[in-house]
């Protein structure tokens, strides 16, 4: 592995930190504060190409690697993690399952105007009474004629309120398990369509969450990605790029609690000395910079090995699991270091810490990472 930077790559970061301190950073408080979607800020990151990184230009996308894709969104997650799950989520679940499996028709219709960031994608799996089960399933789609009549309540959908498609798992056949779950774009407009109310969350709270209700939604039947009963495979691939981003997502956090706690060691002062001349604030320090290096170099790994082709999901799980850990450590310590400061609203330290729990969670929990990364180590054992 190089690495050093390219020139394009360096450009690419460097725009999105002038973009993430100029445009993100101010008034994100206040946006964490009110649940406020960052709906301004959202249109300028598809202006810079931000939104469909990974995408061939002919489809509106940037056509870039997703190592530089996981340079610029580490940039945006040190400003404001809730952008980067919106970021996330239209990059590496919406317009890359499109372009992976949509079909040229649907590509053209839809892929163009998401990955230009002229419109936004939401990716629906989970159910009430799903979540690391994302296979049970109830949400149910009948074919009548030339459209799908769709029923059932999906939850936990990123960007769902501000969206304008939603990529939605369901059931085309019942009592088969994952194999009778088929993948549709949904349109908001689609009849029988209807949004949930906000969820309110510890943390992100400018990335919009919601549930969906379909109640005898009406779905054209060119709107299937692939065919019947390929829905959960291709949600399962979708997953281990999100898993990238995710990780990125945790890193962005980790290094901007990395940032902020050398910030401010080296200014607090206590018994005649600034605190980062004290040991016990060295060690953080040490321990922080360490795990943060290191998810850097697992997240880099697992999203070169996805640019040259090779598989990759076990290391998307082991980015995603160390990564998360790390910014959930990385968080917390920069709270302690900051002490009462860090515990108060204001100063911004404590929604660090509120923002890395989720990426422990979503888009597969760090016990399902776990799971996946001992899964592929056991199957390599045996052949």
Known sequence: MNFNLSEEQQLIQKTARDFANDHLRPGVIDRDENAQFPAEQVKMMGELGFMGMMIPEEY????????????????????????????????????????????????????????????????????????????????????????????????????????????????????????????????KGFDGLSIGKKENKLGIRGSDTCELYLEDCKVPAENIIGKEGQGFKIALGTLDGGRIGIATQALGIAAESLNRSIQYA?????????????????????????????????????????????????????????????????????VQIFGGYGYIRG????????DAKITQIYEGTSEIQELIIARSLLRRERK
């Open 60 to 187: 509106g996308g940037a056509g870039i690697d997703s190592l530089s894709y996981c340079i610029a969104l580490e940039e945006i997650a040190k400003a404001d993690a809730s952008a980067t799950v919106i970021m996330s989520v239209n990059n590496s679940l919406v317009c890359q399952l499109l372009y992976l499996y949509g079909s040229e028709k649907q590509k053209q219709k839809y892929l163009t105007k998401l990955a230009s960031g002229e419109w936004l994608g939401a990716f629906s799996l989970s159910e009430p009474q799903s979540g690391s089960d994302a296979s049970n399933m109830r949400t149910f789609a009948k074919r009548d004629g030339n459209q799908y009549i769709i029923n059932g309540t999906k939850n936990w959908v990123t960007s769902g309120i501000s969206s304008d498609i939603v990529l939605l798992m369901c059931l085309t056949e019942k009592d088969v398990g994952s194999k009778g779950i088929s993948a549709f774009i949904v349109e």
């Open 266 to 334: 080296n200014e607090r002062k206590q018994f005649g000395k600034t605190i980062g001349e004290f040991g016990a604030i060295q060690s953080k320090l040490a321990q922080m910079a360490i795990h943060v290096d290191a998810a850097r170099l697992l997240i880099h790994r697992a999203a070169q090995l996805k640019d040259e082709g090779k598989p990759f999901g076990k290391e998307a799980a082991m980015a995603k699991n160390f990564a998360s850990k790390v910014a959930m450590d990385a968080s917390t310590q920069c």
């Open 347 to 354: 100063t911004g330290v404590e929604r660090l810490m509120r």
